[in-house]
């Protein structure tokens, strides 16, 4: 195989490079060069997708067998459809890399496969969408389904999605996965989200990877779920975070009403508690059924521990800044309830 992978430099962009290379296919990146070096082995083009002298220059490069674009998440559809068009001659397929955010009922229902999709036109600018005063749907989710609908374009049954809920492992940006590991370190009392069984469906970067690619050798098309088919409970999923880094920290679990009058935030203050029905019903069995492989949770969590404590650094990314609630907040909340 002979594959161009738009980003490639960070997170599943080198995750998707690292694994391609292992397999021996030959590989182009396209990327501006500013969010982290070349993968070793990679033929580098850079360039802005959002120019399409750029596009075509890189075009000229072709042809390949597939792209997979892992870099959309911060263009509006127009941005996606330009790259699309400027690339259909010259490959295959299209693997694009989306998000369970494009789904109507996201994050209120189970989610399928088959559930509808939010509607934006595939050459919408970056100003289409609303966000609902609940918090959803999202202006991010109007603008990632207008993508989806970009690439369908241009490249009708050749496409494939996959819609991700949670992304954690080594060199994860958002800090949601280190958030939870550099707390559990400090130790001490933590405030944790009950009800403590409640199960969590983080899927690991690398097995994105490895399904995207499988996916790229095939002749699938549509769209898959990528969450984990068996999940973790949070109470497992803390235990974990203080078995690998050796902390002495007690959870406290704390139900979802007392933390709201304390004004804790979902899903960034406490990263990946959310309490909406379907934030964690994400049906993922169409993915299992063409080749999804999920590793347990707590290889996640242990791995992203010893990519840290090796002075694992993130590419910079003003989200990381959003996940934690503040030491001195937390301490409040547990004196109260004391």
Known sequence: ????????????????VENALSRGWGVTTFNRGRSGPDVPGVEPVHGDRTDLEDLQRLARQGPWDAVIDTSSSDFPPRDVLLAATALRDVARRWVHISTVSVYQGWPHEPLTDASPLLDCPPDADDTYGYTGEDGSPTVYGFQK????????????????????????????????????????????????????????????????????????????????NVTHPDGITFEGFVDECLSVTGGAGKPVWVGPDVLADHG???????????????????DSSPAVAAGL??????????????????????????????????????????????
């Open 1 to 16: 195989m002979r594959i161009l992978v738009i980003g490639g430099t960070w997170f599943p962009g080198k995750a998707i």
């Open 293 to 338: 492989r999920c590793r347990p949770i707590a290889e996640t969590v242990r791995d992203t521990w010893a990519w840290l404590a090796a002075d694992g650094r993130p590419v910079n990314h003003p989200r990381w800044a959003e996940h934690g609630i503040a030491a001195e907040k937390e301490a409040k909340i547990l004196a109260s309830l004391a």
């Open 145 to 224: 389904a207008g993508g989806e609908r970009a690439v369908s374009e241009a490249f009708g049954d050749a496409a494939v999605f996959l819609r991700p809920g949670v992304i954690l492992g080594p060199g994860e940006y958002v800090g949601r996965l280190p958030w939870w590991l550099t707390r559990a370190k400090r130790g001490g009392k933590i405030l944790a989200p009950a009800p403590s069984g409640q199960r969590i469906q983080p899927v690991d970067v690398r097995d994105v990877a490895e399904f995207a690619l499988d996916q790229t050798a095939s002749d699938t098309s549509g769209g898959y």
């Open 264 to 282: 804790v935030a979902q899903w960034t203050e406490l990263p990946l508690w959310r309490t909406h029905a379907g934030a964690w019903a994400v």
